[in-house]
């Protein structure tokens, strides 16, 4: 599986952004696609992941309300709408793709295989 973000770009605090991530190359049925971010200095984090299958989607709990995925699964695509952006959410942001995750795994980072180039976000106060 390949994985192409984009989307990132300069914004101010308050406004939105939407990331795209369109896979290529094998069937994406049994895969989960995730949206993991890490800014400088600190760990990644999984910022929602769906399952290609069914759309069931996970967030992490500071995130929940504020950002939201969705895919489109004629186009491959997975977005991320952001909304209310602030500065703390200044990071490169990864989609990455897995398999056979389960439910309760897709806020893991670790168990994503297939990992896309960054897309950079950069929210200023």
């Known amino acids: 599986v390949q994985l192409q973000a984009s989307g990132g770009g300069l914004v101010q605090a308050g406004d939105s952004l939407r990331l795209s991530c369109v896979a290529s190359g094998r069937s994406l049925s049994g895969y989960a696609i995730g949206w993991i971010r890490q800014a400088p200095g600190k760990e990644r984090e999984l910022v929602a992941g769906?399952?290609?299958?069914?759309?069931?989607?996970t967030y992490a709990d500071s995130l929940k309300g504020r950002f939201t995925i969705s895919r489109d699964i004629t186009k491959k695509t997975v977005y991320l709408q952001m909304n209310s952006l602030k500065p703390e959410d200044t990071a490169d942001y990864y989609c990455?793709?897995?398999?056979?995750?389960?439910?309760?795994?897709?806020?893991?980072?670790?168990?994503?295989?297939?990992w896309g180039q960054g897309t950079q976000v950069t929210v200023s106060s």
């Open positions: 769906i399952r290609w299958n069914g759309g069931a989607t």
């Open positions: 990455a793709a897995g398999s056979r995750i389960i439910l309760s795994e897709l806020g893991n980072p670790s168990r994503y295989e297939h």
